[in-house]
């Protein structure tokens, strides 16, 4: 039997249409899962945040891993902006997107020697150094090399996010970046190092932050290190004051800080400081403007609650297994149904494989399309082919037209690296 809603519950609206495109017709022709991103949402919050930022010397470099699909960064290249990498693989992305490597920065605690000397040989604009043996290994593949490599500390202000454990980036118990009392020793040392220009800060702090206060704190802090430098004699070229502006996963429940507000925070925080800024947006920029379309394949009524199973699964959308993430979902079709609560789930062999519990719905049926929103960051991305399912096709949206820009994976390009072990070699 299905379970009686909640009276409380908030209903989100339904979603037949994105970027003035047909969901229902775009499914049918595409199949599902779909992940579905509009192109005007993006320009939206680019925009926002330039506008921001007006009269400030900044770049935006957009955070890749948030979804490294060469059009959505084609996108960001177009209007201006740059790239925050981890890898040599998001690297290669972003220029054969069209992102210069001079608007590139290169963040994460385990860069190794190849990634380096990769990103050196493209002639990106900055490191954001997390640990002395990185520095050291900077500075031993930028002398074989013959080049000087531009760095900046990551700090690490050990100020809480108040955002989820696992996307908390700012404590004392992180991996992420070092303190002030270690950065301070690298300065004081910095001379000793031929092929390091160490003359940058870098924090960041975490993800989906929806309080201006932790980026108050942290900056604050950052603000009165590089005060510190300066009045020893160490020259600061660049602050990079990181990513983590929160987005409305909830409706009626999160509330995001307006861009001019986190604007407002840095030119205070900063005041003064007449370098260059960095700003590392991610999910602010993608997050809202993706949904993942999928159908219900059956609900099955258990002893104590109503499944709707999905043809989505984790392998799709890792998000709420892995952080219990609230993501809105919403039919695609207007049509009004009486309410239901279900467990929304998969049809992946784990019980983590759900996307929602107790949900309030419109009552659904076998082959009803629904739209799982805010998926735009972290979902294609993080995505597997555990349980062997192929991964997802992504389409962009622009307005009322649509270009696939990842075609559905086939099982043979699955599998296409496997083989049979049969060449055998001893090391």
């Given at each position: 039997?299905?379970?009686?809603?909640?009276?409380?519950?908030?209903?989100p609206d339904?979603?037949?249409?994105?970027?003035?495109?047909?969901?229902?017709a775009?499914?049918?022709?595409?199949?599902?899962p779909?992940?579905?991103?509009?192109?005007?949402a993006?320009?939206?919050r680019?925009g926002?945040?330039?506008?921001?930022?007006?009269?400030?010397?900044?770049?935006?470099?957009?955070a890749?891993?948030a979804?490294s699909?060469?059009?959505?960064?084609?996108?960001?290249?177009?209007?201006?902006?740059g790239?925050?990498?981890?890898?040599?693989?998001?690297?290669?992305?972003?220029l054969?997107?069209?992102?210069?490597?001079?608007?590139i920065?290169?963040?994460g605690?385990?860069?190794?020697?190849?990634?380096?000397?990769?990103?050196?040989?493209?002639?990106?604009?900055?490191?954001?150094v997390?640990?002395?043996?990185e520095?050291?290994a900077?500075?031993?593949v930028?002398?074989?090399?013959?080049v000087?490599?531009?760095?900046?500390?990551?700090?690490?202000?050990?100020?809480?996010?108040?955002?989820h454990?696992?996307i908390?980036t700012?404590?004392?118990?992180?991996?992420?970046?070092v303190?002030?009392?270690?950065?301070?020793?690298?300065?004081?040392?910095?001379?000793?190092?031929?092929n390091?220009?160490?003359?940058?800060?870098?924090?960041?702090?975490g993800?989906?932050?929806?309080?201006?206060?932790?980026?108050?704190?942290a900056?604050?802090?950052?603000?009165?290190?590089?005060?510190?430098?300066?009045?020893a004699?160490h020259?600061i070229a660049s602050?990079?004051?990181?990513?983590?502006?929160?987005?409305?996963?909830?409706?009626?429940?999160?509330?995001?800080?307006?861009a001019?507000?986190?604007?407002?925070?840095?030119?205070?925080?900063?005041?003064?400081?007449h370098g260059h800024?960095?700003?590392?947006?991610?999910?602010?920029l993608?997050?809202?403007?993706?949904?993942?379309?999928?159908?219900?394949?059956?609900?099955k009524?258990?002893?104590?609650?109503?499944?709707?199973?999905?043809?989505?699964?984790?392998n799709?959308?890792q998000?709420?297994?892995?952080?219990?993430?609230w993501?809105?979902?919403?039919p695609?079709s207007?049509?009004?149904?009486?309410?239901a609560?279900?467990?929304?789930?998969?049809?992946?062999?784990?019980?983590?494989?759900?996307?929602?519990?107790?949900?309030?719905?419109?009552?659904?049926?076998?082959?009803?399309?629904?739209?799982?929103?805010g998926?735009?960051?972290?979902?294609?991305?993080?995505?597997?082919?555990?349980n062997?399912r192929?991964?997802?096709?992504e389409?962009?949206?622009?307005?009322g037209?649509?270009?696939?820009?990842?075609?559905?994976?086939?099982?043979?390009e699955m599998?296409?690296?496997e083989?049979?072990?049969?060449d055998?070699?001893?090391?």
């Open positions: 039997m299905t379970a009686s809603p909640r009276h409380d519950a908030l209903v339904p979603q037949p249409t994105f970027d003035s495109v047909d969901l229902h775009l499914a049918a022709r595409l199949g599902t779909l992940y579905a991103y509009s192109a005007n993006i320009r939206q680019i926002e945040l330039q506008r921001a930022l007006h009269g400030l010397d900044a770049t935006i470099c957009y890749v891993k979804n699909n060469r059009a959505i960064l084609e996108l960001m290249a177009a209007a201006g902006l790239a925050d990498i981890v890898s040599a693989g998001e690297l290669q992305r972003a054969a997107s069209g992102i210069p490597a001079h608007r920065v290169f963040s605690v385990g860069k190794t020697d190849v990634e380096i000397d990769a990103a050196l040989a493209a002639g990106i604009a900055r490191f954001n997390e640990s002395l043996d520095l050291h900077i500075e031993r930028a002398a074989a090399r013959h000087v490599a531009n760095a900046a500390v990551r700090i690490n202000p050990d100020v809480d996010a108040l955002t454990a696992k908390s700012g404590r004392a118990e992180n991996k992420f970046g303190s002030i009392a270690e950065a301070r020793r690298w300065f004081a040392e910095r001379r000793q190092l031929a390091v220009r160490l003359d940058g800060l870098h924090v960041h702090i993800s989906q932050i929806l309080e201006l206060e932790p980026f108050r704190l900056l604050n802090r950052v603000a009165s290190f590089w005060r510190e430098l300066v009045h004699g020259p602050i990079d004051v990181g990513g983590g502006l929160g987005v409305r996963y909830r409706a009626g429940h999160d509330e995001p800080i307006a001019a507000d986190f604007a407002g925070v840095v030119r205070a925080a900063l005041a003064g400081f800024l960095l700003l590392e947006p991610g999910r602010y993608v997050a809202e403007a993706g949904v993942l379309l999928t159908r219900v394949l059956r609900i009524e258990g002893t104590e609650r109503s499944f709707l199973v999905l043809d989505a699964a984790m799709d959308l998000r709420p297994s892995l952080y219990d993430a993501h809105d979902i919403v695609v207007p049509e009004p149904r009486p309410l609560t279900y467990d929304v789930v998969g049809p992946v062999c784990e019980t983590g494989d759900t996307f929602a519990r107790a949900r309030v719905l419109p009552a659904c049926e076998p082959g009803d399309l629904l739209a799982i929103q998926t735009g960051a972290y979902g294609a991305s993080m995505a597997s082919t555990y062997s192929p991964l997802a096709a389409v962009l949206l622009d307005d037209r649509y270009a696939v820009i990842r075609r559905r994976q086939t099982l043979e599998v296409a690296g083989q049979s072990a049969q055998w070699a001893t090391p």
